[in-house]
């Protein structure tokens, strides 16, 4: 089977931020783990993260329920049974919404061999309506500009993934014509924007909704962009970029302006590839599984 990431699912009690299209809230957590003692947790991890070498995972995603930071000693952990196992996985990247990047925990990923930050953002251009839409607490604020300086000032590679929502963001109305070029000035914007903020990578990511009543679904289903907009974000993309390769979830990666680009229309992994999987996720329980929201995907 061919599979490309291995996530990790850092523990959290509770997210920092409040998200208001926070997928976690949209599903109940049911991963508690059994056995709490250090040992455990390390054999654990350790057997997981074999298989995971065994099947060919080159890339390890820290990410969480909460920002991954928010749990040193579990990252510590990790780092320790990576170098028992001498450190097999080249790539550690981690999701983050920003907060938390102190110049200290910078050094620390650093040390456990992180190569990559991406940056979690829903508006590039205002930082007052970012934090509101990632919900983080006032004085945990900061602004793209000082904190993507800050990373590449460390040496990491910078993605930006844009969470695809309708801020700063045109929709295809009745007059199409019109909303196109308005979408292709936005584009050339957004690309723009990241060499500004000093990343050679960005991920646009469609808003994911359980088709539930939460708050969230609700938040997402609102202000989520049409099917006609990422019709011609792909056509953009195709315009004024070149296809580099394809991913083994399928996706395709091109290179516009100078920038590495991807759409991810499905962040949740809900289509089925008979021989490929998107990614493992080791959660909270200390157990691999290969889907977000279903205990029964569920490997060892």
């Not at 040193?72 to 938390?100: A, F, W």
Request: proline fraction near 3%; charged fraction near 25%.
């Amino acid at each position: 089977m061919n599979i490309q990431t291995l996530s990790i699912v850092v523990p959290t009690p509770r997210c920092v931020n409040n998200c208001k299209f926070c997928v976690s809230k949209m599903h109940g957590n049911d991963y508690p783990l059994i056995d709490k003692s250090p040992f455990a947790q390390r054999k654990n991890m350790e057997k997981r993260l074999k298989y995971a070498v065994i099947h060919g995972i080159d890339t390890i995603v820290l990410t969480g329920v909460g920002e991954p930071l928010q749990n040193i000693k579990y990252l510590e952990m990790l780092s320790d049974v990576l170098n028992l196992l001498n450190n097999p996985i080249p790539r550690i990247e981690i999701q983050t919404s920003g907060i938390l990047l102190t110049d200290e925990n910078l050094t620390f990923l650093k040390d456990l061999g992180v190569t990559t930050i991406s940056l979690s953002i829903s508006d590039l251009f205002d930082d007052v309506k970012n934090m509101d839409v990632i919900g983080t607490p006032n004085k945990l604020h900061f602004k793209l500009d000082d904190i993507s300086k800050r990373i590449y000032n460390f040496g990491f590679n910078i993605r930006l993934s844009l969470n695809m929502t309708s801020y700063n963001y045109t929709d295809i109305d009745d007059d199409k014509d019109d909303s196109i070029n308005e979408l292709t000035k936005i584009l050339d914007t957004i690309f723009l924007r990241c060499k500004e903020l000093y990343s050679k990578q960005i991920t646009f990511r469609k808003m994911y909704s359980s088709g539930g009543n939460a708050p969230e679904d609700i938040w997402v289903d609102n202000n989520k962009l049409s099917e006609e907009y990422y019709f011609y974000l792909n056509e953009y993309i195709k315009k004024n970029g070149h296809k580099l390769y394809r991913l083994p979830f399928g996706g395709v990666v091109y290179s516009v302006n100078g920038i590495s680009t991807v759409i991810d229309d499905d962040c949740m992994n809900t289509e089925y590839t008979e021989d490929k999987l998107k990614y493992l996720i080791l959660r909270e329980d200390m157990k691999l599984y290969m889907d977000w929201s279903d205990t029964g995907s569920l490997i060892f």
